[in-house]
């Protein structure tokens, strides 16, 4: 019999991945309402710093692995993992997606939103548009007894439909009481094939499409993931659980 690896929550764990997603969900309500033209990418960083702090959570990716900041702010064709900086400031037709992870009574959650800022070009925005519902449609797949190819294949043939690639060098993941557990879930795949999703699973699902090729690569700084062929990336991320045969999108607001 092969060992499932996948980690699956008791009832006590999903309530505490509840409250983690739910302080999530609430930051970035706020987050949204701060970020606009003219702020510096650190200013949000300290934005958000400062709630997880107020909300009695820590940022999960302060430190991690040596990431200098709580927030990962990744701005047109940066794919992720941008470090914010008081130099850095937002314009009027970028696209920044703000990757937040906090961690609260043992539990994290993670979720990332791609924000428009001022006026964009038809094609950023129909990408960040995109990138959403492909998000929304990997969350669809998401049930008792479908399998982790059928999340990947749904985003990856709804960005394809879309006319965008996926980036295939980094994928979601399992979260609970660790950010990053087993399953890697990838946004690509083959229909009805991979690991059994099971109730009591927590997936993190995060797509990332590019407009151009899917190839990236990582910046002198040994952080920041760019599209090589410098077009436009969109990402969005949200923490998702089955708990009693149902889909629950933990960093959702609402
Ligand atoms: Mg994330
Ligand atoms: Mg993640």
């Known amino acids: 019999m092969k060992i499932n690896l996948i980690k699956i929550k008791s009832s006590d764990e999903l309530k505490k991945m509840k409250k983690a997603g739910k302080l999530l969900a609430t930051l970035f309500a706020e987050v949204s309402s701060y970020v606009r033209e003219g702020k510096s990418t650190k200013q949000i960083d300290t934005f958000v710093y400062k709630l997880i702090c107020k909300m009695g959570a820590k940022p999960a990716f302060l430190n991690y692995h040596g990431f200098p900041a709580s927030t990962r702010i990744s701005i047109n064709d940066e794919v992720v993992h941008g470090i914010p900086k008081s130099t850095r400031l937002l314009k009027s037709g970028m696209i920044v997606g703000i990757d937040v992870g906090l961690v609260y009574d043992g539990y994290f959650s993670d979720s990332c939103h791609t924000y428009m800022i001022g006026k964009v070009s038809p094609k950023a925005k129909k990408l960040v ?27 990856c043939s709804y960005a394809k439909k879309n006319g965008f690639t996926v980036v295939r060098d980094f994928v979601g993941h399992g979260i609970g009481k660790s950010l990053h557990e087993k399953p890697q879930v ?30 990236v690569k990582l ?11 410098r077009k436009l990336s969109a990402h969005f991320e949200h923490t998702v659980a089955l708990i009693d045969g149902k889909t629950e999108i933990l960093t959702e607001t609402g």
Do not use: H
């Not at 492909?134 to 985003?155: F, H, N, Q, T």
């Not at 059994?196 to 499409?209: C, F, H, T």
């Open 129 to 155: 548009k995109t990138t959403e519902e492909a998000l929304y449609a990997g969350i669809a797949e998401m049930k008792v007894g479908k399998r982790l190819g059928d999340i990947g294949y749904a985003i």
């Open 219 to 229: 910046k002198s700084d040994n952080w920041t993931v760019v599209t090589t062929d």
């Open 186 to 215: 990838p946004n690509f795949g083959k229909k009805g094939t991979g690991d059994q999703l099971l109730d009591g699973m927590v997936l993190a699902i995060e797509p990332m499409l590019n407009e151009g090729r899917c190839n």
